[in-house]
């Protein structure tokens, strides 16, 4: 790992940078007497500009609200990065290769500054290409989704034409070696030789938070066109994508500022949020929005109170849900309060303005409903809140999202809002609410008791492991069907395993892990895989483990009979326990009333099924 980067550096590169130069990519400057420039402040809002910039010395100052310094720390306050990291972005925008006390250089650094100039090229040769006769396709498309001239230049959309290699033969005429292009992701090695990765397509360029582009997506327009939908720049030096967000170069402002964001879920719903005054929209590219996006937005947005914002949308149908609940799963990493906006008709931002106008787009953010809410509507809705049993097993699955409300002042506010859903006593969901944080507090307990140590500054979250789950019939039964649900999920009947998937687990641990799971979109190659890496923390570890520690059976054939074994073990404990409720609820009823009939019949549903399971 580099060390300190050397102090001559430090100064050699500041001197070679021109602090106008970079303060006006973010503010538009003005002469204003010799050495001097001015603009508005991007620090404070104001009417008359006041904040001064003097490229001889490298320095700015606003007279209006005292911030000033030097290129490093307007980068640090601007864009959130390390000293270090403002530092390696201005060697690479000046070409010079930094060096470290340890001795040599960066490996990431060395070279980065050509893959900038790569595809800073390309975006400027695509925007030009949006122009051609060729791309008559393209501007039909952006036409369609209410995007004009003024919208593809603003969002730098360009056109990738059909050739093989017109990318490539232009940088290569710009001196561009064949190397840098494919280390840039601008152009693929196929057994046929290099050719342009993107071809006959409309291309957004992607930029990172200073605004440097780093890669590119781009959306196929032709019928013969055998590749995906959407195809991204592959990870490169300096494209990274968990930790890329499309449109927060534009958004960043207004986020630091507002301290809210919108997460939509592709280019063309950031652009139409944008153009209709929503100006804090990102989306990630080509990834599930995951917990490195959340720190790149919590240093953006300064989230470090509840008075922050982030609002999700969402497509309701079933693949939008599951979206939700993996951003839930998260949510917690955000101090800000999270919301979720579903627009009417199942509509995305973009097809929203594009049918009702700009005014829809901002009245769907006004009609956002909180994330806890929304989560608790997708949990009920799994279960028949007609009946007892349905009840219960409703207060018990949602119980602990009220717990896990970090606000006390909304906590009871959402008890209301349970018992009201579930028809029941607030009394009754308060106790179970209680009860959950109990469990939830006692489980935290132990894990911190088992992370050592009596005089630490700080509560640590402590990994759970395989090793530190207590040894007991319930969770070694638990423990068993998590590694099969992931090891050998695939090879599980069908109806079994989401059946199985679908039942609360009682240790905390492995319900993080059960529960991340059966948000997870199973159609999609390497699911297991994407849950383990969605599971929070402190359960990833855990989770990491059931996917890969050794499956207890001497063949596949033994797994696969044990694993389904597992899982309908799982179900069969679910349906004793249900038993259990409903000779309770029975017991309870009067003898002969129509309430202890439907009892009865849902006790016999019961034991058919339980029969069903054991028979097959």
């Not at 060390?3 to 050699?12: L, N, S, V």
């Not at 310094?69 to 990291?85: C, K, Q, W």
């Not at 005054?277 to 947005?301: E, Q």
Request: proline share 5%; with cysteine.
């Amino acid at each position: 790992m580099a060390g300190r980067i050397r102090q001559a550096d430090i100064d050699e590169v500041k001197a070679r940078v021109n602090i106008a130069d970079v303060v006006g990519e973010r503010v538009a400057l003005k002469p204003a007497g010799v050495g001097s420039m001015k603009g508005l402040c991007p620090f404070h809002d104001e009417r008359s500009p006041s904040f001064h910039v003097r490229p001889q010395v490298g320095y700015y100052h606003c007279f209006g609200c005292g911030e000033s310094g030097d290129v490093y720390s307007f980068l640090r306050a601007m864009d959130h990065v390390s000293f270090t990291e403002a530092v390696e972005r201005m060697a690479a925008r000046v070409g010079y290769t930094l060096h470290y006390e340890d001795g040599g250089a960066a490996p990431e650094t060395t070279g980065r500054s050509r893959l900038y100039a790569a595809n800073a090229a390309a975006a400027e040769y695509y925007r030009g290409q949006l122009m051609s006769p060729e791309a008559d396709t393209a501007r039909r498309f952006l036409g369609d989704r209410g995007f004009d001239a003024g919208a593809a230049a603003h969002f730098g959309v360009g056109y990738a034409p059909k050739g093989w290699s017109s990318l490539m033969d232009h940088l290569l005429a710009q001196k561009f070696s064949r190397d840098e292009l494919v280390q840039a992701g601008l152009v693929s090695q196929g057994q046929r030789g290099v050719y342009d990765r993107f071809r006959g397509r409309v291309v957004w360029p992607i930029r990172d938070v200073t605004g440097q582009v780093i890669g590119f997506g781009a959306r196929k327009l032709y019928d013969d066109d055998q590749g995906p939908k959407y195809l991204n720049t592959p990870e490169t030096p300096i494209y990274k994508k968990a930790q890329v967000l499309y449109g927060l170069d534009l958004a960043k402002r207004d986020i630091s500022r507002e301290h809210r964001v919108v997460v939509v879920e592709g280019y063309t719903d950031v652009m139409a949020c944008h153009l209709a005054g929503i100006t804090t929209a990102i989306a990630s590219c080509g990834t599930a929005f995951g917990s490195d996006h959340i720190t790149v937005l919590r240093r953006v947005m300064g989230d470090d109170s509840a008075s922050g914002e982030v609002v999700f949308t969402f497509d309701p149908d079933a693949a939008g849900q599951k979206a939700a609940l993996r951003a839930f799963a998260e949510e917690k990493r955000f101090a800000a309060q999270t919301y979720v906006a579903v627009a009417p008709g199942g509509l995305d931002p973009c097809d929203l303005r594009l049918q009702r106008g700009d005014g829809a787009v901002r009245a769907l953010m006004d009609n956002k409903a909180p994330m806890f809410e929304f989560v608790i509507d997708q949990r009920l809705k799994d279960y028949d809140l007609s009946s007892v049993e349905g009840r219960a097993g409703a207060l018990r699955a949602a119980a602990p999202i009220v717990s896990d409300i970090r606000d006390p002042a909304l906590r009871p506010g959402y008890v209301r809002v349970l018992a009201r859903r579930l028809g029941l006593d607030i009394p009754e969901v308060q106790s179970a609410v209680e009860r959950a944080a109990r469990g939830a507090d006692r489980a935290e307990k132990r894990e911190a008791q088992r992370g050592g140590g009596t005089e630490a500054p700080a509560p640590v979250a402590v990994s759970v492991t395989l090793a530190s789950l207590p040894n007991t019939r319930d969770v070694a039964l638990e423990r068993g069907a998590m590694m099969a649900f992931l090891q050998y999920g695939h090879r599980i009947e069908p109806d079994l395993f989401v059946r199985a998937l679908q039942t609360p687990f009682g240790h905390p641990a492995l319900e993080a892990v059960r529960s991340t799971l059966a948000s997870t979109d199973l159609s999609q190659p390497g699911w297991a895989v994407t849950a383990v890496e969605a599971v929070r923390e402190p359960f990833r570890t855990l989770g990491v483990e059931l996917l890969t520690a050794d499956f207890p059976a001497r063949n596949e054939e033994g797994a696969v009979a044990a694993a389904n074994d597992l899982a309908r073990r799982v179900l069969l404990r679910e349906l004793d326990r249900q038993k259990a409720e409903l000779v309770r609820g029975i017991q309870r009823v009067q003898p002969g009333s129509e309430e202890a009939r439907q009892l009865g019949l849902r006790l016999r549903e019961l034991d058919a099924d339980r029969q069903r399971l054991t028979e097959s």
